[in-house]
């Protein structure tokens, strides 16, 4: 069992920057590949990050290519999402997800989610 909860979300101008956490309990944290993802308002949850168990291999959603990064501290059980140049469209409940199964970008494969945590941008 693995629970997640996401923090770090808040209010910032476009073009600023914010980092979320997900601090993960669970012993066999280290073993599950993490995934973010993000839905804004009357949109479906849609895929942004993922890396793998080991930390070696991330993925992200073309829409935030080269402006977010997905990482993991195994030792403090917690997945990053830095966020920088934030545009209004990135506006969005965000999630932190866990899979027992190898990355993915489909929702669907994962086992565990957060409850979210509001990421709003004003432009």
């Known amino acids: 069992q693995v629970q997640l909860v996401e923090s770090g979300g808040g209010l910032v101008q476009a073009g600023g920057s914010l980092r979320l956490i997900c601090a993960a309990s669970?012993?066999?944290?280290?073993?599950?590949?993490m995934g973010w993802f993000r839905q804004a308002p009357g949109k479906e949850r849609e895929f942004v990050a993922a890396?793998?168990?080991?930390?070696?291999?991330?993925y992200y959603a073309n829409s935030v290519k080269g402006r977010f990064t997905i990482s993991r501290d195994k030792a403090k059980n917690t997945v990053y999402l830095q966020m920088n140049s934030l545009k209004p469209e990135d506006t969005a409940v965000y999630y932190c997800a866990a899979t027992r199964g190898i990355v993915t970008m489909a929702e669907y494969a994962y086992d565990y989610w957060g409850q979210g945590t509001q990421v709003t941008v004003s432009s």
């Open positions: 669970g012993r066999t944290f280290s073993s599950y590949a």
């Open positions: 890396i793998t168990w080991g930390g070696d291999n991330t």
